[in-house]
């Protein structure tokens, strides 16, 4: 079993900073990609950043120059670094991540989410 547990979200104030964190543990063989996610009510699951285990990032392009992902691929966490918010970034944020588990002699691949965490942008 693998689990994603998120933390860092809250409320902030237009233009404001936060910072989200995601861990992930269970049996854990590797991890390529990893990614922070937003969802509102009645849309659709957004990709808002994702990083490989060699570092290649991709961001959505309403975010380009305002969030910075971040991974340590030793500790399994990515962080998402949130600045100059806007009320349009309010959203939950999920963190998702391509794991492959390895039993005995099978291995197996697939996508992980954690919860998420609500951020509120506003005034």
């Known amino acids: 079993q693998v689990q994603l547990v998120e933390s860092g979200g809250g409320l902030v104030q237009p233009g404001g900073s936060l910072r989200l964190s995601c861990t992930a543990s269970?049996?854990?063989?590797?991890?390529?990609?990893m990614g922070w996610y937003r969802q509102n009510p009645g849309k659709e699951r957004e990709l808002v950043a994702s990083?490989?285990?060699?570092?290649?990032?991709n961001y959505t392009d309403s975010v380009k120059g305002r969030f910075t992902i971040y991974r340590d691929n030793a500790k399994n966490t990515v962080d998402l670094q949130m600045n100059s918010l806007k009320p349009e970034d309010t959203a939950v944020y999920l963190c998702?991540?391509?794991?492959?588990?390895?039993?005995?002699?099978?291995?197996?691949?697939?996508?992980?989410w954690g919860k998420g965490t609500l951020v509120t942008v506003s005034s």
């Open positions: 990083i490989t285990s060699g570092g290649s990032t």
């Open positions: 998702g991540a391509d794991v492959t588990t390895v039993t005995g002699l099978n291995a197996d691949r697939q996508n992980y």
């Open positions: 269970g049996s854990i063989f590797s991890i390529n990609v």
